[in-house]
């Protein structure tokens, strides 16, 4: 069983950039890893998704394309979000994933692993 651990939330102004990590115990070689994101009183959504192997290809949602960019230290163990143009709806705790099972990236189910999430907030 892989632990997850996600860091580098904090507090930004809008227009602002940040880079979360996350951690992972165990190897996450061969595992498509994912980013989620829950705002204040709403449902978990999805962020994007790397696969693995990785061979250019990452998927993310249309509400942070251009702004976001996932990518993967599968030596390190690691994953990262680099959030650039922040908006306060961008405000939300972050979470990563390892996807365990088959399905479309965007579908929660198929991840097993969540780490505890990371809060980011947007605001001036």
């Known amino acids: 069983q892989v632990k997850l651990v996600e860091s580098g939330g904090g507090l930004v102004q809008p227009g602002e950039s940040l880079r979360l990590s996350c951690a992972a115990s165990?190897?996450?070689?061969?595992?498509?890893m994912g980013w989620y994101l829950q705002a204040p009183g709403k449902q978990r959504e999805w962020v994007g998704t790397?696969?693995?192997?990785?061979?250019?290809?990452?998927f993310y949602a249309d509400s942070v394309k251009g702004r976001f960019t996932i990518s993967r230290d599968d030596a390190k163990n690691t994953l990262y979000l680099q959030m650039n143009n922040l908006k306060p709806e961008d405000t939300a705790v972050y979470y990563c994933?390892?996807?365990?099972?088959?399905?479309?990236?965007?579908?929660?189910?198929?991840?097993?692993?969540w780490g505890q999430g990371t809060q980011v907030t947007v605001s001036s």
């Open positions: 165990g190897s996450i070689r061969g595992y498509a």
């Open positions: 790397i696969p693995s192997p990785y061979v250019g290809t990452v």
């Open positions: 994933a390892e996807k365990v099972v088959g399905g479309n990236y965007w579908y929660e189910h198929a991840y097993g692993y």
